[in-house]
């Protein structure tokens, strides 16, 4: 069994006067059943709510099967496939989608990795709501540091081509607009985790992150962020 809860709010700081946002709260409970062990096929069921500063969300279930495999190519390198369906008994967009991907990982050393990845989200798939067909690409470097325990460092660059269908995909042709947007990522994070010395099942880890982003269809912007995380271990 397993419970979440996040709560989030972003604001827009890059004008004048800077547009501050509403915060989020969301919290899930879900259990996962696996029925393959290889490849991997797991069930997972659970609910969902969604709170903001006007409306209460109820809660509303949801499933979802992910398929998973890999093998090893040589020592160092391996590679993976895999695809998620997710499904809401009460769907609005973007509730029920596809994704499927696969990952090409390096152990270059002991400490340093990078891997490629790709993943692709179809419209109109398993009917899939989404409204945004999506092709994604991204290739990760992480170090882990050989000289503090817990630390490490993960660099990013990612290339994304997303293109709205249906009727708001229309709207933007007739008002001569592009319903196709590419998009280049490049991300940055440093991270520092350890147990809390008060419990031995009681971790916490402290994450800054930098993302600039650029597209042919909005002014690029970056990001910086601050996350700090606390896990406890049954």
Known sequence: ?????????????????????????????????????????????????EDDRLVIGKWEPNH???????????????????ATYTFDENP???DINFVYGASINHAVTRNLKHALNLNRT?????????????????????????IIRGASANFGAFYSRNELRGEAADGLVIGGASPVEKTMDYTASLTKSAPIPLSRKLTGSIIYSYLFT????RDAYDIHSLTLTLGYQL
């Open 214 to 217: 650029s597209s042919d269809a």
């Open 92 to 94: 609005e967009e973007d």
């Open 1 to 49: 069994m397993n419970y979440g809860y996040t709560s989030s709010k972003a604001d827009l700081l890059g004008r004048e006067p800077p547009l501050e946002g509403d915060w989020l709260q969301t919290q899930s409970l879900s259990a996962s059943y696996r029925i393959l062990e290889r490849p991997s096929l797991t069930y997972t069921a659970g609910f969902e709510k």
């Open 122 to 146: 179809p419209v109109e798939t398993f009917g899939s709501t989404v409204t945004t067909d999506t092709t994604s690409i991204g290739y990760t470097v992480n170090l882990a540091s050989p």
């Open 64 to 82: 979802s099967w992910a398929l998973s495999d890999g093998r090893s190519v040589t020592e160092t390198i391996d590679y993976t496939v895999n």
